[in-house]
């Protein structure tokens, strides 16, 4: 039985991609998968053997402690491929092809010279920098890997040379729930945005839109994930439209789409930051493959993929009443959300599912592994 290491020092455990759709496709496929990645503790779970990395004190440490306790780990498997997620992990990537025999797979899920250009943490006149000199690094280091596997068309024309397999972040059909309505308290209406919570993500908008809206029955609007940064919670709640907020904070993946399933409505309105107006967002199909219209920003590539197949509308992200006039649209026409829900479902199982996806992997696994 061919092994597979995937390493994350960065994303937990049960990661969308990395586990519940690379890993237990692998799984499934027959491969023996081992994942490293920050955890409490070594277990197995749906066939993936975890292995478990302690939770760093700070980002310094993850990136320049985590990251060699990773490659010892990995080592130790003696893995056929190692495939990992994280950008500062391609030093680890390289010494794993130096030091073994070894497939090595660099999966890009973001384009990152273009992340830190909006990363908080970063100091504004360092940013540009950074970006650059990262963008160098990351090209040269790309160089000694055997595959690059990429989350979409954009960030795979970053990675032409390298001949990039695009592997996208579509949904995964068998572990979804279901479209079925889910009764609602009498008067009840509920937007929701499941994922992190952040200014360049919408957070305020969504909270201003409901201050703008005039429509008579009650709504409310369910916020999912973990703000980003911390500060930034006393903040939204200080809005006058938080009164109509209910903040679940991070919950486990499954109980997150349960819980949106009972939304009429999921909103998706990122600012056009450079890495957003290219970029495909889980939550954005997630929605649609549990049957609810969405409100998403009116990029060009999302307005192709929302308009084309009817399944919800689009608005700027940055106008809390263009956002408020949607909403109402979409609870006063009830008849044309559903068939919005509808549409998007089917535009899911047809075209934007992970079974397509999950094939491209395997491709690439055997096309490796027969070399």
């Known amino acids: 039985m061919r092994r597979v290491v995937h390493l994350t020092t960065v994303h937990p455990p049960f990661d969308t991609r990395i586990f519940q759709k690379e890993a237990k496709t692998l799984v499934r496929a027959g491969y023996d998968v081992a994942l490293i990645a920050q955890h409490a503790k ?18 310094l440490t993850r990136i320049f402690s985590l990251t060699w306790r990773a490659f010892r780990l990995a080592l130790r498997e003696q ?9 500062e992990l391609l030093p680890i990537g390289v010494l794993l092809k130096i030091f073994t025999r070894a497939k090595v797979i660099y999966d890009v899920h973001e384009d990152v010279p273009q992340q830190i250009l909006t990363k908080y943490w970063i100091p ?5 920098p950074l970006a650059v000199v990262f963008n160098a690094a990351e090209k040269l280091l790309v160089w000694a890997m055997d595959a690059v596997v990429v989350a979409t068309e954009g960030i795979g024309a970053k990675f032409a040379r390298f001949r990039p397999i695009v592997v996208h972040n579509y949904p995964d059909l068998g572990i979804l729930p279901n479209p079925a309505p889910v009764p609602q308290e009498e008067g009840q209406k509920v937007l929701v945005y499941v994922g992190g919570i952040s200014r360049l993500r919408g957070a305020v908008e969504m909270i201003r839109a409901l201050e703008c809206l005039t429509y008579s029955e009650d709504v409310w609007l369910d916020l999912i994930g ?5 500060e930034l919670e006393a903040e939204l709640r200080a809005l006058p439209g938080y009164g109509r907020v209910r903040f679940f904070g991070w919950l486990p993946w499954k109980l997150a789409w349960e819980h949106a399933q009972s939304a009429l409505v999921g909103l998706v309105l990122f600012h056009a930051a450079p890495n957003h107006t290219n970029a495909l967002p889980n939550k954005l199909f997630e929605y649609m493959a549990i049957g609810i219209p969405v409100i998403a920003s009116n990029f060009p590539l999302w307005k192709e993929i929302v308009e084309g197949n009817n399944c919800g509308i689009t608005v700027d992200p940055l106008d809390p009443k263009a956002i408020a006039q949607a909403v109402e649209h979409l609870l006063t026409h009830p008849d044309e959300a559903c068939r919005m829900g509808e549409n998007g479902r089917q535009a899911v199982e047809e075209k934007y599912n992970w079974e397509r996806e ?4 395997l ?5 490796l592994l027969s070399q």
């Open 79 to 87: 893995a056929d491929v190692y495939h990992f997620h994280d950008p």
């Open 42 to 59: 070594n277990e197995i779970v749906d066939g993936v053997k975890i292995i478990a990395l302690p939770k760093p004190r700070n980002r």
């Open 124 to 128: 504004v006149p360092l940013r540009q």
């Open 226 to 230: 973990r703000v980003e940064p911390a």
């Open 358 to 361: 999950g094939e491209k992997l």
């Open 363 to 367: 491709k690439l696994y055997e096309g």
